[in-house]
């Protein structure tokens, strides 16, 4: 395989990273979840007592801090971290400071430093439109809001928090609208994707059919 970029944008909960951890399994290639890097920054922002509205403070925050992502996983200053970075807190704080310019350029930066010279499936909001504007393959994926909030609270759940399923709907539109009418890299369809709804779909379904897309074009 040469190299290859594969970019998977959409919004919460539309099964991004599930999907594309499986497809990047099935190439054997690099699954980077760019997501994964606003939640570990606005973590460590809420563990130092930052306000997400102090802009310079967050950028400050951001230059100091030193992400790494070895075989999927998530490293912040040398640290392992996973399910800390998935709580509601860090859902209702991480759209607010993935709108600050400063902090987008330092991890757009590092996130195409990462693809430079590899191949990798990167998923997010903004890869196929600023991150990897020519990836080979862009994907869209999306899924009713109703399967979206499901979704999420199963994953919640899973993990021991007790949340109302109609309040982590709330705070998926809520996400969407701050990550949509953002000014600067917002989630936008990148005009080359294609559009996939997940609704009713199971994941090795939609795998599959991304894994057709790519064989076609490689
Ligand atoms: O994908 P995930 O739901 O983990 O992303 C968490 C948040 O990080 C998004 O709601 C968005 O605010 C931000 N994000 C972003 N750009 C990306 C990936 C995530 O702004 N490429």
């Not at 099964?15 to 594309?20: E, F, N, Y």
């Not at 403070?57 to 070895?70: G, K, P, R, S, V």
Request: aromatic share 6%.
């Amino acid at each position: 395989l040469n190299n290859i970029q594969i970019a998977i944008d959409g919004p919460a909960g539309a099964g991004k990273s599930t999907i594309a951890k499986k497809i990047a399994e099935s190439l054997d290639i690099t699954y980077i979840d760019t997501g994964a890097m606003y939640r570990a920054l606005t973590y460590k922002a809420i563990m130092n007592n930052i306000s997400m509205y102090n802009h310079e403070e967050i950028i400050q925050l951001a230059a100091n801090t030193d992400i790494n992502i070895n075989k999927g996983e998530l490293y912040v200053d040398a640290k392992y971290v996973k399910d800390e970075i998935r709580s509601q807190g860090v859902n209702d704080h991480v759209s607010y400071i993935a709108q600050i310019p400063g902090v987008r350029k330092i991890l757009v930066k590092l996130q195409k430093k990462i693809a430079l010279g590899n191949s990798v499936v990167m998923d997010g909001r903004d890869i196929g439109t600023f991150v990897l504007p020519d990836a080979d393959i862009k994907i869209f994926l999306t899924a009713s809001i109703e399967e979206r909030a499901y979704r999420r609270y199963s994953e919640l759940l899973k993990q021991g928090e007790n949340i109302d399923l109609k309040d982590i709907e709330k705070s998926i539109v809520e996400r969407d609208r701050i990550d949509t009418e953002r000014e600067y890299a917002p989630l936008v369809k990148a005009e080359d994707a294609i559009i996939i709804d997940t609704t009713g779909l199971n994941i090795d379904e939609v795998v599959e059919r991304i894994i057709n897309l790519i064989m076609k074009k490689i």
